[in-house]
């Protein structure tokens, strides 16, 4: 079956660094996202990783590794409006987005 | 990024009455659209996928009867629940994906609480 696990909640002081991790399971892959999600607020794209390795965006990087399938979100500098939920999802050989339940994350001053 | 706007953001009805939730892609051409729900502390759920000019796909234990999806244009695309009852409460995210861009653009998500 498909599967995408990451932690429920993390929490993390500001100014720190956090790593969130997703494992996947999917037929077949075509690439692995992040979205950061505000309650109440739809999601909002943030990464996207199709070759093994490491993309750095800012204060933001993502991994991924196909052989391990690994993927982890990298936030450095955290500011408080960095709290927020954090979906893992995978897409499929039909393209399609599975989704992991997502990690909150909690910043404390 | 993209811009998709979804609308209304909030919507409140009574029992029975159909509700229809806009989606439109403001600056590409959204060849397929995502419909999602999703319940507090939850994850989304997809609903359905619908490709311009086609007939959208349903996701198992998704009612196509109660939840219609129509996708007539490359930039609208809506979703009506229909005979809405108070478990339908939920919010209703839509996204967008064009022709060749990889990731989906959502929109801002529409709070539907059926009273």
């Known amino acids: 079956g498909q599967n995408i696990d990451q932690p429920t909640e993390m929490t993390a002081t500001e100014g720190a660094i956090v790593q969130i991790n997703c494992t996947y399971q999917t037929s077949g892959f075509n690439g692995l996202f992040w979205y950061q999600q505000h309650a109440g607020e739809a999601p909002t794209f943030l990464s996207y990783n199709v070759l093994d390795g490491l993309e750095e965006k800012g204060r933001f990087s993502s991994f991924l590794s196909r052989s391990k399938g690994y993927s982890y979100l990298l936030l450095k500098e955290l500011q408080m409006k960095d709290s927020a939920s954090y979906l893992c999802?995978?897409?499929?050989?039909?393209?399609?987005?599975?989704w992991g339940a997502g990690t909150k994350l909690i910043i404390k001053p | 990024g993209a811009v998709v706007s979804q609308h209304p953001s909030w919507v409140i009805c009574k029992s029975g009455t159909s509700v229809k939730i806009e989606c439109r892609s403001l600056d590409f051409q959204a060849t397929t659209m995502f419909w999602y729900r999703q319940f507090p502390k939850q994850s989304l759920m997809l609903m359905a996928t619908?490709?311009?000019?086609?007939?959208?796909?349903?996701e198992q234990g998704v009612e196509k009867d109660k939840f219609l999806i129509n996708h007539a244009s490359l930039t609208l695309s809506t979703l009506t629940v229909t005979s809405a009852h108070p478990e339908d409460s939920s919010f209703y995210i839509c996204s967008a994906k064009g022709q060749g861009i990889t990731e989906a653009f959502f929109g801002q998500g529409t709070r539907l609480t059926v009273v």
């Open positions: 999802a995978a897409m499929d050989s039909n393209y399609q987005l599975i």
């Open positions: 619908s490709n311009e000019g086609s007939k959208a796909t349903y």
